[in-house]
């Protein structure tokens, strides 16, 4: 069984900076990608950042150039970097690791940006 434990949210004022942290702990192939996905009031879930196994990244267009994502050299924990952030990145933020054969979620952390 795999588990995702994610930490770092908290509240910040517009133009703050965050970084978010999701270890996954249990076995499971290091044949994966790792996101960050989150939910803003009033909206479905979206996909903010994608971290895959050869190293390459994706973005939420609305995110580019303020949020940067990683992982350890182990490939068990993703970090996502966020600087400069506006009220409308307030949101819960879930962390999850895909592989071949099953996904796994977060429980999610709250991010606050007050204007």
């Known amino acids: 069984q795999v588990r995702l434990e994610e930490s770092g949210g908290g509240l910040v004022p517009t133009g703050g900076s965050l970084r978010l942290a999701c270890a996954a702990i249990g076995s499971f192939t290091s044949l994966n990608e790792m996101n960050w996905y989150r939910q803003t009031p009033g909206n479905q879930r979206e996909l903010v950042a994608t971290h895959t196994t050869d190293g390459s990244t994706e973005y939420l267009d609305a995110v580019k150039g303020r949020f940067t994502i990683s992982r350890d050299n182990n490939k068990t924990t993703v970090y996502l970097e966020m600087s400069a952030l506006k009220p409308e990145d307030t949101g819960v933020y879930y962390c999850?690791?895909?592989?071949?054969?099953?996904?796994?979620w977060g429980r999610g952390t709250q991010v606050t940006v007050s204007s």
């Open positions: 999850r690791l895909f592989t071949p054969l099953d996904e796994y």
